[in-house]
């Protein structure tokens, strides 16, 4: 089978890649002729462990293209896949230009039955748009092409990426037809072999699938921080709490750990434009709303500990922070905690001193030399007043404290991932602040 993937952002690059080492063939276009010619000599633009290989290896076995016209490839493919950016509007909605700009294109260029897949997280109702922006294109030829749109939503964990669509918990494909259904269920056979679930659905509950998905997830983190900051008051512990309900079945322990916040190009996103789908349609999403709240103010959390310890005025006070992605293993910055507490400390006078193994020239990039950029992770605690933990990543959790304890003019942690054990630090004469306890 030979298929599309239009968009070489995280989910069309990670999902053409996969795919092509299913054994199907495989074009991912971009209009960006930089990253194109980029990715035909192997040059990854986003870190995910193992993808660099498997883009090196199907390329070099002819089963992964790359080009920056849909129109030249269009006649040789079954299926175009749709994965370019929905970034969120002003208002808070999905901005689907880019979505029905490839819907345009499509209906311009198609001569025979083809099947166009939304990978995008867009909302409700989309596909009808694409529907129609297709139809008028074809109306415009004076021709009548055959095509069907569906909905195959992405559940990929950035970091975990390959593993995650290798061996899925489930695929969600929305489709209005049954030549749809078939061609989908031709594509994802070699999962299907091993028992995974492809679940086939009507293309509006695909689409209301992903949005729901993650604003779950997002509010089961948002109500662990609701619960640990409501444990700090009352002296319980958050992590005894969330081992007691994690154990009952009916709730399970995945997504129930504290922190500083969620960030990422998900979970804030979809929260905000499930919330405006509501509106549109009438309804006010209040749950979602809160989880939002509570999301914004934990951010600023460690910072608050921070001057509450420190006083307001932070001049001449050196702040380390060990961790700038939103999480391990990827460089991701979008709505990242680092970013809110970086500009917090740099508004109070702070001078920060930042380290993150695989983020530094994304941070670079975003917030330039506001901040100064260490050279592993102790050169950044040289003569620091504290240390914020924002990124747990595996290098952090098992530190020198002696090498800290000499490192630092003085020796206080506030940890926004709750991954120290505070009697340990107490031991070495290390001042220690977490999360619900």
């Not at 996969?18 to 930089?34: H, I, L, Q």
């Not at 905000?272 to 914004?296: F, P």
């Not at 040289?382 to 490192?407: C, G, H, Y």
């Amino acid at each position: 089978m030979n298929i599309a993937v239009v968009g070489t952002g995280y989910v069309g690059l990670v999902s053409g890649t996969c795919f092509a080492e299913m054994g199907v063939n495989v074009t991912c276009v971009d209009v960006d002729k930089a990253k194109v010619e980029s990715l035909r000599n192997g040059q990854i633009p986003i870190y995910e462990p193992g993808l660099d290989e498997l883009v090196k290896r199907n390329v070099a076995e002819g089963r992964l293209h790359f080009t920056t016209d849909l129109a030249s490839c269009i006649d040789d493919v079954d299926i175009v896949f749709s994965a370019v950016g929905t970034p969120p509007d002003e208002d808070g909605s999905a901005d689907l230009r880019y979505v029905l700009e490839v819907a345009r294109t499509f209906g311009q260029n198609i001569k025979k039955y083809t099947l166009l897949v939304t990978k995008s997280t867009v909302p409700v109702g989309t596909a009808a748009k694409v529907k129609a922006a297709i139809a008028e294109e074809l109306a415009k030829r004076g021709e009548d092409v055959p095509f069907d749109v569906a909905s195959n939503p992405e559940f990929l964990k950035e970091g975990a990426a390959i593993s995650d669509f290798m061996r899925p918990d489930r695929v969600v494909v929305g489709v209005d037809s049954e030549r749809a259904r078939e061609f989908m269920s031709r594509l994802y056979r070699p999962l299907m072999l091993n028992n995974f679930r492809v679940i086939f659905t009507d293309i509006p509950s695909a689409e209301m699938i992903k949005y729901a998905a993650n604003s779950m997830l997002a509010t089961r983190i948002s109500f662990m921080n609701d619960i640990a900051n409501l444990c700090e008051l009352v002296g319980a512990d958050v992590n005894m709490v969330r081992k007691g309900l994690g154990s009952d079945t009916r709730i399970g322990s995945k997504f129930l750990y504290p922190g500083c916040g969620y960030g990422g190009s998900c979970f804030p996103k979809d929260v905000k434009a499930l919330i405006k789908t509501a509106e549109k349609a009438g309804y006010d999403m209040k749950v979602l709303r809160a989880v939002e709240d509570v999301n914004e103010c934990q951010k600023e959390l460690l910072v608050k500990k921070l001057v509450k310890r420190l006083g307001n005025d932070l001049s001449g006070k050196t702040i380390a922070l060990w961790g700038l992605a939103f999480k391990p293993e990827t460089d991701d910055m979008r709505e990242a905690t680092s970013l809110v507490v970086m500009d917090m400390l740099v508004k109070a006078g702070a001078r920060v001193r930042v380290f993150d193994p695989v983020a530094m020239n994304e941070c670079k990039r975003r917030v330039g030399d506001i901040v100064e950029y260490a050279t592993d992770m102790y050169d950044a605690l040289v003569d620091a007043d504290a240390m914020l933990m924002l990124t747990e990543w595996k290098q952090f959790r098992m530190p020198s404290w002696n090498v800290i304890a000499r490192t630092m003019r003085n020796p206080l942690i506030i940890d926004g991932r709750n991954i120290y054990d505070p009697e340990e630090l107490l031991s070495m004469g290390i001042e220690y602040h977490c999360i619900g306890r």
